[in-house]
């Protein structure tokens, strides 16, 4: 069955790049229909109850990288986003009575514990990352450079795009250009080795480096994913991490209320399994159920690689292309978990069950680099890390929507592990056992914790791809490496929302700035497709 009525522009997946997309469309004057394949919209941003009377985040947990922008324009304020700061943004738990708090005004104190000399230099090294971040800042809203092979009228606009941007760097300075370099190619150890000396700052700020990374520390680009991790801000405050009451699904639902105020149609359980492609040029989808819809446009949110790996006959695109878009490295070494608590862990290094700014803040269990590195080495060789990464945020003590009272839910993010296991293994047989380990793990730490678990629930990378379709369970929809980010996310030659086919763009996490929960390249794609429209590239329908 064909639906009779051409629509201006049909988004594939309602993640929240997809619903940003959707909103400015729409608020251009344009016909959007959204289609989701789950149940409810929001991708890898949503809420859900996961044991009875326990609701929480399922995949992403912790706001930042919402751009300002994009809070501002879809006026998320008023559709019920309200986001709130943690009390102490990092609390780790070491050994012999020892730990680290970061954050809340007590960083210099907690880091003089272990060394007075990187004490000394934590406000330099937030200054230098900070002016860096404002580089990045400036370059989440814009459509990166492209390569192109056409004549000079195409080049030419490109062309003066990149010296804009070489303008901007210049404008830095020779030291923070050596920085930005660093910051772009070396890895997160190298990096912090050589700002500190002690171990547990070093791990506080170098677990952003492996965040959906599935690298060591010490691979060759993991500092630039700790920088992706700081561009962004908490009401104005840049790079703190907070809580969006509710969860992250409060984001979504927030987004997709914006997007019906300005027409979008929000269709749910709606999975397209092609997208229909006549003479070079995409002219619209067909679901899962059988129905086709036509569409001056369609725009993908999906990951790349499942785009044109699974949606679209292969003899709609040159072989070159095919096997780039093949080689598009997924794979995240993540394993998410949440669990419902009778109580608040108790831990050794700091004891108590009532509630200290210590629960409220991102729990890393991982006490240095060189833990982090034996993590990865094993996760390679086993599949799973014996001794694995586990950040905990418990967000029931910043939001009482989400437990009954004096009970909590904690949000287990767990890296290292494989994001296909070795020798053949499935993830459905080893889901449990590698659950019972992160709790273990946890336990170690506080030892009532496991006692005090009422109900889980398990993500490992497989099923980040079965629920959400995230290949390999990469949480960006593409590991953030040089190759494959600005121009050439997810391809030189395709880094500005278009791709090869007319008609077909992109607008998800796996073109610039990448993955998180950013709204920026679903606003990025947006002001191109509006572009195409205005040059009479698209008509309307
Ligand atoms: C475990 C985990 C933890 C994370 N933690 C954080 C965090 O704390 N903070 C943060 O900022 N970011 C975090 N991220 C990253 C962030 O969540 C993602 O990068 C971001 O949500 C991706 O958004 P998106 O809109 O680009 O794509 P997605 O959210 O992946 O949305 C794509 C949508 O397309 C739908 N879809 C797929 N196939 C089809 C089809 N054939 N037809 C129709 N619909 C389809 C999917 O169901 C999905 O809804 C995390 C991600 C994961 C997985």
Known sequence: MVETATRDVVIVGGGHNGLVCAAYLAAA????????????????????????????????????????????????????LKVVERGLANFLPLTEGRYLKVGGGKTPEEVAKFSTRDAGRLAAYGERLDLIADVLRDLVLETPPNVTAKGWLAALPELLRSARLGKRIAKLGLPLRRELLDL???????????????APIKAAYGFDGIVGNYASPYSAGSAYVLLHHVFGEVNGKKGAWGHAIGGMGAITQAMSRAASERGVDVRVSSGVREVLVEAGRAVGVVLDSGAAIRARSVVSNLNPKLLYGRLIDPRALNADFRERINGWRCGSGTFRMNVALSELPDFSVLR?????EHHTA???????????????????????????????????????????????????????????????????????????????????????FKAAVLGRQIMSPLDLERTFG?????IFHGALSLDQLFSARPMLGYGDYRGPLKGLYMCGSGTHPGGGVTGAPGHNAAREILADFRRGILKRA
């Open 29 to 80: 004057g344009l016909k959007v229909t959204v289609l989701e394949r789950r149940a409810v919209v929001g991708g890898a941003a949503v809420t859900e109850e996961f044991h009875p009377g326990f609701r929480n985040s399922v995949a992403a947990y912790t706001v930042s990288l919402l751009n300002p922008k994009v809070i501002r324009d879809l006026d998320l304020a008023r559709h019920g």
């Open 184 to 198: 772009f190619v070396k890895s997160a150890g190298d990096y912090l080795d050589g700002w500190f000396d002690s």
């Open 352 to 356: 108590g069950t009532a509630l200290g």
């Open 362 to 448: 991102g729990i890393i269990m991982a006490p240095s680099l060189a833990y982090m590195d034996q993590a990865y080495l094993d996760a390679r060789q086993h599949g799973w890390s014996r001794q694995p990464i586990v950040e905990m945020l418990i967000p029931s003590t910043l939001d009482d929507s989400l437990a009954p009272p004096g009970q909590h839910v904690a949000s287990l993010f767990c890296q290292h592990v494989a994001p296909v296991l070795p020798n053949d293994a499935s993830w459905d047989a080893h889901r449990e056992e590698v659950a019972d380990l992160m709790i273990d793990l946890v336990n170690s730490h506080a030892p009532n």
């Open 470 to 474: 995230l290949i390999g369970g990469d």
